[in-house]
């Protein structure tokens, strides 16, 4: 079974701050990680994600996320935070398979608001 | 690519009655999911289609859940007898069954039981 956990329920930066959501994921067979973004009463918007190789993910807005599997850690990281940032970020993961088409289903953390202030 | 599109965006109903929700997913894509989410949580997998083939289903989907995806397109979610625990935004997605796959979202349904 395939499990996320996000730390902080709600994170708040400064204008210009560096942002860290933090993830932490369990999974009995090499994970395919996502970071989604939802902003208020809209769907999921994927940020990035990590299926194999570079263990640095670079996504839009300026995200980026590092894979560490000796951790079992997928932080998501902006070096600085602008207004626009500001809304509900969820980490999901999807478990691979020798296939590569990976079995589908995304397990979701509860996910981490983030509020950005002036 | 228009993107995954659901209807209704929002539902109100009475406990009780059905409901049924729409989803057309992005063109070509043969994977097709329905999750839930309720307010404060993370999305929570329902069940998920590939064409027309339903292969697997969540024990979250009572049996008075029934989704179909009749001709491996668009794709339906009823429910019967509606409580006020099934109010929830319910979320599909698609994607193609290929390597390093990407699953899509919809804008979701929104709905509330009185």
């Known amino acids: 079974a395939q499990s996320v956990t996000q730390l902080g329920s709600h994170v708040s930066v400064s204008e210009g701050a560096l942002v860290l959501l933090r993830c932490n994921y369990s999974s009995s067979v090499p994970p395919y990680l996502f970071w989604y973004v939802q902003y208020p009463n809209q769907g999921l918007q994927l940020l990035l994600k990590?299926?194999?190789?570079?263990?640095l993910v670079k996504g839009i807005n300026g995200f980026e996320a590092e894979f560490k599997k000796s951790e079992t850690s997928f932080h998501l990281t902006k070096p600085s935070a602008h207004m626009s940032d500001a809304a509900e970020y969820f980490c999901?993961?999807?478990?691979?398979?020798?296939?590569?088409?990976?079995?589908?289903?995304?397990?979701f953390g509860q996910g981490t608001i983030l509020t950005v202030h002036p | 690519d228009t993107g995954v599109s659901q209807d209704p965006r929002h539902k109100i109903t009475k406990r009780g009655q059905n409901v049924t929700f729409r989803c057309d997913p992005i063109s070509e894509h043969n994977r097709l999911y329905w999750y839930r989410q309720t307010l404060g949580q993370g999305p929570e997998f329902l069940t998920y289609?590939?064409?027309?083939?339903?292969?697997?289903k969540s024990r979250l989907l009572s049996d008075r859940f029934s989704a179909e995806r009749p001709k491996g397109s668009f794709s339906t979610l009823e429910i019967q007898r509606t409580e006020q625990g099934d109010s929830a935004m319910y979320l599909c997605?698609?994607?193609?069954?290929?390597?390093?796959?990407?699953?899509?979202f919809g804008p979701g349904t929104r709905l509330l039981v009185l």
């Open positions: 999901a993961v999807s478990e691979g398979n020798a296939g590569g088409t990976s079995y589908g289903k995304l397990t």
């Open positions: 289609f590939q064409n027309e083939a339903q292969l697997e």
């Open positions: 990590y299926t194999t190789g570079a263990t």
């Open positions: 997605a698609s994607s193609l069954n290929k390597y390093q796959e990407t699953q899509y």
